[in-house]
């Protein structure tokens, strides 16, 4: 019963490229963030989303943009791909209330390389 | 320093007990959290405890909280090779917020 849906397991882009990554989550949670993961560094959060078009920057927004029209969706942008950017990507939500409020339901991730 | 810190690495032999710790700088939450990432997956929630608590034990785990310290820790009985995965503490830090702060993680490897 998967219930935060990362669209791409594995990509390859070039620098430069336009890339969308997709997440999608099937349990009415208001809030919706995405992290990269790195080596040493653990889960830094880029942006997060309370609710439907609005978000809110993370730690590290600098070169990444996001995007939620509808409640279960959220979606990262990579305006120009960088090496710089070679990570993986992992997306959670989590309700706005109640006793769960903090606890993050994560995907799968998706592991991103920029040549 | 960092609001979360855990150290990177632990390594234990198979039917030995794990301890992995955190520390923290300040938590605005009734609740901290364990989660679990096994290799090539995300982040599951593991264990969690409330802020008013010391001790909570499920089944081979074994959390501790001395919030006085702010101090976390999680102790795993009987480590088996499945256990070997990364270990994140995370605390929700002062300031009404409700998203988690994460630790950079713990490798925690069971040898045979």
């Known amino acids: 019963d998967v219930k935060v849906t990362q669209s791409s397991r594995y990509l390859v882009k070039r620098t430069g490229e336009k890339v969308f990554l997709e997440c999608v989550q099937d349990m009415d949670h208001e809030n919706m963030f995405w992290y990269r993961q790195d080596p040493g560094l653990g889960l830094r959060l880029i942006y997060f989303?309370?609710?439907?078009?609005?978000?809110e920057k993370g730690d590290i927004p600098e070169g990444y943009s996001v995007s939620r029209e509808k409640k279960e969706r959220f979606s990262l942008i990579l305006e120009s791909a960088s090496t710089n950017q070679t990570s993986m990507y992992l997306c959670?939500?989590?309700?706005?209330?109640?006793?769960?409020?903090?606890?993050?339901?994560f995907g799968a991730g998706s592991r991103l390389t920029v040549l | 320093g960092e609001d979360v810190e855990q150290s990177l690495f632990l390594s234990v032999r198979e039917g030995d007990s794990s301890v992995i710790n955190c520390t923290y700088t300040?938590?605005?939450?009734?609740?901290l959290y364990w989660y679990k990432q096994e290799p090539g997956a995300g982040l599951q929630l593991l264990t969690y405890i409330f802020s008013n608590m010391d001790m909570k034990q499920d089944q081979r785990l074994t959390v501790l909280l001395n919030k006085k310290d702010k101090h976390l820790s999680l102790r795993i009985a009987d480590t088996q090779t499945g256990d070997s995965a990364i270990y994140f503490c995370?605390?929700?830090?002062?300031?009404?917020?409700?998203?988690?702060?994460f630790g950079r993680g713990t490798s925690l490897i069971v040898h045979p």
């Open positions: 989303s309370y609710d439907v078009k609005m978000k």
């Open positions: 995370a605390v929700p830090i002062s300031g009404g917020s409700y998203i988690p702060t």
């Open positions: 300040d938590s605005s939450s009734t609740y």
């Open positions: 959670a939500s989590s309700p706005r209330t109640g006793p769960g409020a903090n606890v993050l339901t």
